[in-house]
T-cell receptor, first 114, second 113 residues
Framework: GAGVSQSPRYKVAKRGQDVALRCDPI?????LFWYQQALGQGPEFLTY????????KSGLPSDRFFAERPEGSVSTLKIQRTQQEDSAVYLC????????????FGQGTRLTVV | DAKTTQPTSMDCAEGRAANLPCNHS???????VYWYRQIHSQGPQYIIH???NNETNEMASLIITEDRKSSTLILPHATLRDTAVYYCIVRDLRRSNDYKLSFGAGTTVTVRA
């Protein structure tokens, strides 16, 4: 497809389990973003990549959160030792460049930690 | 501090124009006004953006007041598929760290038949 693809769409994890969320951005998009959206709230910024470089990770809530984009295309958001407060929808977005006016979002991965 | 304020919710009649207000009284001269919307269970979708002139595209129109302290997003003929949360965001594209979108709580718009 031509859009941003995220997998899995839904993930249930037991507390303490590690999870990995995948994002396939639109081909050729330089910029990639991860956002976290708690129930009933707007998305909150987590981290930003320009190609393979992670230029901003200021929004990652703890050192249990780690993101990578090793070849400048697919990105993975990893959460170690998941906690209940990690339950949220994780959204990935991509754009041609930082200055680009339009960011394209995926449908998100809904993570539920039980 | 929130840069924009929007009503929490609003209802619109199908087929009528929906006018969504946004206040951004502290907006600076270089900041653009962006609108995104998020339909249930989907990711946010870009709608439109503008600096000082009114803008129109196939989805909506954006009216920005002359003092730029507020704006209105207009959906000309609302349909049931326009039911969504609408976010008004200000961004300064010249700033090196303004690539983030600060969504806030948005306005929940319900279009009724």
């Amino acid at each position: 497809g031509a859009g941003v693809s995220q997998s899995p769409r839904y993930k249930v994890a037991k507390r303490g389990q590690d999870v990995a969320l995948r994002c396939d951005p639109i081909s050729g998009h330089v910029s990639l973003f991860w956002y976290q959206q708690a129930l009933g709230q707007g998305p909150e910024f987590l981290t930003y990549f320009q190609n393979e470089a992670q230029l901003d990770k200021s929004g990652l809530p703890s050192d249990r959160f780690f993101a990578e984009r090793p070849e400048g295309s697919v990105s993975t958001l990893k959460i170690q030792r998941t906690q209940q407060e990690d339950s949220a929808v994780y959204l990935c977005a991509s754009s041609w460049g930082r200055e680009n006016t339009e960011a394209f979002f995926g449908q998100g991965t809904r993570l539920t930690v039980v | 501090d929130a840069k924009t304020t929007q009503p929490t919710s609003m209802d619109c009649a199908e087929g009528r124009a929906a006018n969504l207000p946004c206040n951004h009284s502290t907006i600076s001269g270089n900041e653009y006004v962006y609108w995104y919307r998020q339909i249930h269970s989907q990711g946010p979708q870009y709608i439109i953006h503008g600096l000082k002139n009114n803008e129109t595209n196939e989805m909506a129109s954006l009216i920005i007041t002359e003092d730029r302290k507020s704006s209105t997003l207009i959906l000309p003929h609302a349909t049931l598929r326009d039911t969504a949360v609408y976010y008004c965001i200000v961004r300064d594209l010249r700033r090196s760290n303004d690539y983030k979108l600060s969504f806030g709580a948005g306005t929940t718009v319900t279009v009724r038949a």
